[in-house]
């Protein structure tokens, strides 16, 4: 958790170079926004964000999106490409009788997107390049859901999540 002093270190290294003024309003917004981070992760987002070129003054949108590449788990950065060609060296790998294994090989996402798929389709596909093109679309959707997931937990203080969680669950309900 930080506190508004840390807050003002982190807006002040952010804001060294540019010459703008830092006020009461600034530091309110940016600790109401980032209360919730760690001070070592917010810091190595301010030395990013320094190194960055914003048009203007940098703001709290820069900082976060600064704050999304320096703390993004990698196994977002997999393209679809290359999760299907996991898949596939794991086939290889493991044979047509160890799916649990293989499974237990990939990344979360790439396994989420092979169980939503079915490794089975894969396996048996006689056109490899239909299959993939399929299967990019189901493992481009199950991204999309987890870096939504990841962007939320990141930038939305706890008490603003368990909200959006209660606000959802009700609408399951519904």
Known sequence: MLTKKQIVQIITLVHADSGYEIRAEKIYVWFDALQHLKFDMAINAAKYTRTMKFYGEPKLQDFILCLDKCTKPKELDISADQ?????????????????????????????????????????????ISVCRGQFTRCFESIKAQH????????????SLNRAIEDLRSKNRED
Do not use: C, W
């Open 83 to 127: 999760a299907f060609n996991l898949i596939i060296d794991g086939i290889r790998k493991y044979s047509y009788h160890h799916d649990e294994q293989l499974l237990a090989s990939l990344p979360d996402v790439v396994a989420q997107a092979a169980k939503t798929f079915g490794i089975k389709e894969i396996r048996m596909s006689e056109n």
């Open 147 to 158: 870096e939504k997931h990841y962007l939320e937990q990141l930038t939305l203080p706890p």
